[in-house]
């Protein structure tokens, strides 16, 4: 959405790839229709649909629809990845010997840090040393980078290929509105009670994901507790307690990073962060649409 020049830097990267997939499904949220970049890539076979108003859970099952009978794996991939050379061969590797319990696996996102202070937001259960794991808090252990292939219990949501037979049983929750705040955790925690899920190492990607806006980081906090309190309403096995106990810790990050960074929207994103504890208590999950970095 609204993103032309990302979009063109990740199909380049596709376009350049060892193995090409057999089609892809460009789903358009945009304000101006990007259509016509379609044309600069003769190499790639591409659809297009606009989807508008946008929204990232209904512009995802819209591209899963249009799925070409023939296909058996279908990977959503966020505009602003780059995919490394060799990345689609190396997960199509994967798959050609795959078993069948398999439901997803995922690229390995090799340019995030690794994540700091762990043992202090273990805790708070915030996260956890088992990577991958989603906890009784409902809040999601850290899944990259890895050095080997990882078996998880959630998967990014925009670098992860499915089989076919997957995103036939399963579709996003279209509740997610807008930026649709932890989507993929809810989706993959359901797709993985039923199929194993994976990281790959060697399919290595880059995302080049932009900040959030300073005047958006307060709806962002609301998302961070709102999403995850309706995620958990899905689930009988997640404890409430432990996540208001996370939420506590999420809180006194944000203004710990806020005060170390001096950046003020990191106050602000913990006010939305008490905010959404407080109406999330009353039982007020009220959808949150929009974009938190467009």
């Not at 050379?85 to 995922?106: C, N, Q, T, V, Y």
């Not at 088992?130 to 080997?148: D, Q």
């Not at 994976?198 to 709806?219: D, G, T």
Request: hydrophobic share 40%; aromatic share 10%.
């Amino acid at each position: 959405m609204n993103r032309p020049v990302e979009l063109r830097r990740m199909l380049a990267s596709v376009e350049t790839q060892s193995a090409l997939p057999d089609e892809i499904i460009i789903v358009d949220g945009s304000t101006e229709p990007v259509e016509c970049i379609g044309k600069e890539f003769p190499h790639l076979s591409l659809k297009y649909v606009r989807i508008f108003p946008p929204g990232l859970t209904k512009q995802r099952n819209a591209g899963m629809s249009m799925l070409s009978p023939n296909i058996t794996l279908a990977a959503c991939l966020d505009d602003d990845l780059v995919l490394e050379p060799g990345s689609i061969e190396a997960m199509l590797r994967f798959w050609d010997g795959a078993p069948k319990h398999i439901g997803g696996a995922s690229f390995n996102i090799v340019n995030v840090r690794s994540p700091r202070a762990l043992l202090v937001k273990s805790v708070f259960r915030m996260d956890s040393f088992r990577r991958g794991a989603v906890l009784r808090s409902g809040y999601e252990a850290t899944i990259a980078p890895v050095r080997n292939d990882t078996y998880v219990e959630w998967l990014c949501g925009g670098a992860t290929v499915w089989r076919r037979q997957v995103v036939e049983e399963f579709q996003y929750d279209e509740w997610f509105k807008g930026y649709a705040y932890f989507e993929d955790v809810d989706y993959s925690y359901r797709v993985g009670r039923k199929y194993r899920l994976i990281i790959l190492a060697n399919a290595q990607v880059k995302h080049f994901s932009p900040p959030v806006k300073e005047s958006r980081n307060y709806k962002l906090g609301k998302c961070q507790v709102i999403n995850r309190r309706y995620f958990m309403h899905k689930h009988a096995d997640m404890s409430v307690g432990w996540f208001y106990w996370a939420t506590c810790g999420l809180m006194v990050a944000n203004v710990g990073e806020g005060i170390l960074t001096k950046s003020p929207g990191l106050f602000a994103r913990a006010l939305g962060n008490a905010v959404g504890l407080l109406q999330s208590s009353f039982g007020r999950l009220h959808q949150i649409d929009g974009s938190l970095k467009d």
